[in-house]
C-alpha cells in the first residue's frame, strides 16, 4: 500500500483548487490507501487487464495554452490556439450547445462560448444538465441537488451519507453527477470514507431514488470515479483503479477496458464521450514535470495521442467540434 500511496504525489494531489478533492484534502489520502490495499494485495493475476500501458502514438505536438488558469475552448482536434473564455472549473455544455456551466468558488454559473452574459444560479459545483436541457444537476453541501436551467427550484436528489455501510465521520459524500441520455437516470460517485471504502460509482434515478452500485459489490473493490455516458446511453465510461478508462453496461455489469496506464491514468481522469460515439477524451499526467494534459482514444480502445499539452477536465460540445477544458494555469504542479 505505501507504493500505491508513493505514486500518488502530494503535487498530484493539490492540481487544482477546484475539484470535489477540495474540500476532503486531509483524508484523500487514507482513501487512496484503503483503495490500493484493496485492489493491489488481494486481487487474482487474471484480474488485470494486459498489452494496454504501451498503446500510445507518437507525441504530435499537442496543443500548447498560453495563459491564466481557467477555462478555455479549442477546436476538438487541438489544431487551433486556446481561446481563455472563464476563470473557473468543471465545464459542462448545455444541450443546444450555447451555453457552459461551470463552477468558481463553489457556484454554479453559467456563461456564452462567446463570453458574453456570465450569471450567477446557486452554490454549489459539478454542473450536470438534463438531455433537454431545462434542469442542471448538481453537487450541493447536502449531497447532489437539481435546478432549472434558470436557477431556481433547487432541491436534493441524495444526500452525502446516503451509504450506511461507510465509515461515518470520515465519509467524503457524492460528486461527479452525469445525466443520462435519456434523462431517467443520473451516475454519480461516491468518494469514499477515508478509511476502509473507496470511492466507487453508482447509478440512481433521476428523481433520486434507487441508488445502486455500477460495478460488483462483491469481492475485490477498487477506486472508481467521474463517469461519462456513451451517446446512446449503453455504456458508462469511468475510471477504475486496477483497470483504467473501463467501459461498462450498467443494465448487464462487467468491464470493458479502454486503455489502462498508471499511474499517468489516475483518479482525476475526467472521461468525456464525443458526440459521434467514437472518441473518449481524458486526463493523462505527463511526467517530467508532472503535469495533466488532455488526451484521445477510441472508444473501442487502442493507441492514444495528445490533444492539449496542458489541461484537464475537457467536455465536447454537442455538435462534435469544440471542446472546453480546464487550464491549470499556474495551479501546475
Not at 496543443?63 to 489544431?79: E, F, H, K, R, T
Not at 436541457?133 to 447532489?144: N, Q
Not at 479502454?258 to 464521450?273: G, K, M, Q, T, V
Request: hydrophobic residues 40%; negative net charge; proline residues 11%.
Amino acid at each position: 500500500m505505501l507504493k500505491c500511496l508513493l505514486e500518488f504525489s502530494p503535487r498530484e494531489v493539490g492540481v487544482t483548487s477546484a475539484m470535489w478533492i477540495r474540500s476532503f484534502t486531509p483524508v484523500f489520502l487514507l482513501t487512496l490507501g484503503a483503495a490500493c490495499a484493496d485492489a493491489g494485495l488481494s486481487s487474482p493475476a487474471e484480474d488485470r487487464p494486459l498489452g494496454k500501458e504501451l498503446e500510445k502514438e507518437p507525441v504530435k505536438n499537442p496543443l500548447p495554452v498560453v495563459g491564466p488558469p481557467g477555462i478555455y475552448l479549442a477546436n476538438a482536434d487541438g489544431s487551433s490556439p486556446a481561446r481563455f473564455l472563464v476563470e473557473g472549473d468543471s465545464p459542462a455544455w448545455s444541450p443546444d450547445g450555447r451555453s457552459i456551466a461551470f463552477d468558481r468558488e463553489d457556484e454554479i454559473r453559467v456563461i456564452q462560448p462567446g463570453g458574453a452574459t456570465e450569471r450567477s444560479l446557486t452554490a454549489g459545483r459539478d454542473p450536470s444538465w438534463s438531455p433537454d436541457g431545462t434542469r442542471i444537476a448538481f453537487v450541493g453541501k447536502e449531497g447532489i441537488g437539481v435546478m432549472t436551467a434558470e436557477g431556481s427550484g433547487a432541491t436534493i436528489l441524495l444526500r452525502h451519507d446516503f451509504r450506511n455501510d461507510t465509515y461515518a465521520p470520515f465519509d467524503m459524500g457524492i460528486g461527479g453527477p452525469a445525466w443520462s441520455p435519456d434523462g431517467e437516470r443520473i451516475a454519480f460517485q461516491h468518494n469514499g470514507d477515508g478509511d476502509t471504502v473507496p470511492g466507487q460509482v453508482f447509478l440512481m434515478n433521476a428523481d433520486g431514488t434507487a441508488p445502486r452500485r455500477v460495478t460488483p459489490t462483491g469481492g475485490n473493490q477498487y477506486a472508481e470515479s467521474h463517469p461519462a455516458w456513451s451517446p446512446d446511453g449503453s455504456e458508462l465510461v469511468f475510471w477504475s483503479y486496477w483497470f483504467g478508462l473501463v467501459a461498462v453496461d450498467p443494465a448487464v455489469g462487467g468491464r470493458r477496458v479502454i486503455h489502462e496506464d498508471f499511474p499517468s491514468l489516475n483518479y482525476w481522469a475526467f472521461p468525456s464521450w464525443s458526440p459521434d460515439g467514437r472518441t473518449i477524451l481524458f486526463t493523462f499526467w505527463q511526467p517530467f514535470p508532472q503535469t495533466p494534459a488532455v488526451w484521445a482514444v477510441d472508444a473501442r480502445g487502442g493507441p492514444v495521442r495528445p490533444v492539449i499539452a496542458s489541461g484537464t477536465h475537457a467536455v465536447w460540445s454537442p455538435d462534435g467540434t469544440t471542446i472546453a477544458f480546464v487550464h491549470p494555469g499556474s495551479l501546475n504542479p
